[in-house]
Structure formats: structure tokens, C-alpha cells
């Protein structure tokens, strides 16, 4: 089930802390969870802040929270009937999926065929994903081979690593960059040039960290 745009979701702030508080988390531990600040969710849940669709859809993901319950208040709030309380999935655990290729409808459908692993990282937030880097395009920054951290479902701030979608639909890492107004997305490799967002480009993720493989 789609989730309405956020216009049409009154009270979706109120909904929020009831599944944060169903589970015993505090604010903090509820925000790293999905990768955002307290002080963000403390505004959503007060409903001054607006959560980006992204990130009501990795929510309902992560705690496999009934779409309509979310939206309308009406029905379970959960998928299936089942938990009161319990912990959410851990990093530490299973881990993180290592997405093999990133689809259309991600991050609301992840098809078992798009996760080539899952990895257990240290400090990494629930709701993160990762990828292989490929080529040199963000290098020195980010080298062929490296794994990369990435969160769905936050503005990026100017500078940041997006995961981004080109003129063919594939993911690609790039910094996003605003000059005069206008965005551009820019390799951190000088040897590649930068673009500008068509109206089809997608903003998949921003990237929170890089792993790499040193040997010695």
C-alpha cells in the first residue's frame, strides 16, 4: 500500500512516538535507528517537522509498520499480527544489507535477488545500506572497491556523497553540490565532468561512511 503524500497524513507525528514508545526506545535510540537526529524527530513527533515520504517508507520497512495504520490511524500497527515491545533488528546481528543493485522502487521493494550479502559494521545506524564502489569517479575520496554506507530518507546537505541516479536509471556516487541556486552533481575526480538533475534523477541515499580494505 502507497503511503499518501505528507500533506495528507494529520496526526502521522502523534502515530510516530506511538511506535517508538510501543518499543520501548528512547528518542535517541528511535533516531539512530532511521539515521536521523533526536532533534529532528523530537520535531516530528511534536508535528513541527514534516518526515520526507523516504523516510516514512523506510520506517514502516525497518519495523515492518502497517502503511495504512501509519497514514490513517486505522487497522494494526503493525504488518502482522505479532511484538509488543520487541527490540528492532540489529546491525550487530545479521547485519546490513550489501545491495548488489539498487531498483526502481527501492527502498520501498528490495527484492531478495538485489542483496548480495549482509555485514555486521560497528557503530553503523539501523537503517543504513551499503554498496561495492565501482571505478574511480569519487576518488581519492572513494576508490573502486570500497564498501559504502549510505541512509535513504534526508535532504543532503551541500557537499555531501549522494547515491544518485544517472540519465539511465543506475546508481552512481556523487557529491551534491548547490551553485547559485542551481544543483549539480559533481565526481570528486577531476578527470570526469559533473551534471545537472534531469527530472528524472533520484536522489537514493546520502552517504554516512566508507569502508576499505587496506592490506599490509
Same mark, same amino acid.
Given at each position: 500500500m502507497a503511503i499518501p503524500p505528507n500533506n495528507l497524513l494529520p496526526s502521522v507525528g502523534r502515530r510516530i512516538k506511538e511506535i517508538r514508545l510501543n518499543r520501548g526506545l528512547t528518542q535517541k535510540e528511535f533516531a539512530d535507528s532511521l539515521g536521523i537526529v533526536q532533534g529532528? /524527530? +523530537?520535531?516530528?513527533e511534536r508535528e513541527k517537522k514534516t518526515?520526507?515520504?523516504?523516510?516514512?517508507?523506510?520506517?514502516?520497512?525497518?519495523y515492518e509498520i502497517n502503511e495504512g495504520w501509519l497514514a490513517t490511524g486505522e487497522?494494526?500497527?503493525?504488518? +502482522?499480527? *505479532?511484538?509488543?515491545g520487541a527490540p528492532p533488528p540489529s546491525s550487530g546481528g545479521e547485519g546490513?544489507?550489501?545491495?548488489? *543493485?539498487i531498483g526502481a522502487e527501492f527502498p520501498q521493494r528490495i527484492g531478495e535477488d538485489e542483496i548480495r550479502s549482509r555485514i555486521a559494521l560497528p557503530g553503523v545506524a539501523q537503517g543504513c545500506y551499503a554498496i561495492v564502489a565501482y571505478g574511480e569517479f569519487m576518488a581519492p575520496t572513494i576508490r573502486d572497491g570500497d /564498501?559504502?554506507?549510505? *541512509?535513504?530518507?534526508?535532504? &543532503?546537505?551541500?557537499? +555531501?556523497?549522494?547515491?544518485?541516479?544517472?540519465?539511465w536509471g543506475e546508481a552512481i556516487l556523487r557529491r551534491y553540490r548547490v *551553485?547559485?541556486?542551481?544543483?549539480?552533481? +559533481? &565526481?570528486?575526480?577531476?578527470?570526469?565532468? &559533473?551534471?545537472?538533475?534531469?527530472?528524472?534523477?533520484?536522489i537514493i541515499g546520502t552517504v554516512t561512511e566508507v569502508w576499505r580494505k587496506v592490506k599490509l
Open positions: 529532528f /524527530l +523530537s520535531g516530528i518526515p520526507s515520504d523516504t523516510l516514512l517508507i523506510a520506517l514502516c520497512n525497518l487497522g494494526e500497527m503493525y504488518r +502482522s499480527a *505479532r511484538r509488543g546490513i544489507p550489501v545491495l548488489e *543493485r /564498501l559504502v554506507i549510505f *541512509r535513504p530518507g534526508e535532504e &543532503p546537505d551541500n557537499g +555531501s556523497v549522494v547515491l544518485v541516479t544517472n540519465r *551553485r547559485n541556486g542551481d544543483v549539480v552533481f +559533481s &565526481p570528486d575526480n577531476a578527470t570526469y565532468s &559533473p551534471f545537472t538533475p534531469a527530472p528524472e534523477t533520484r
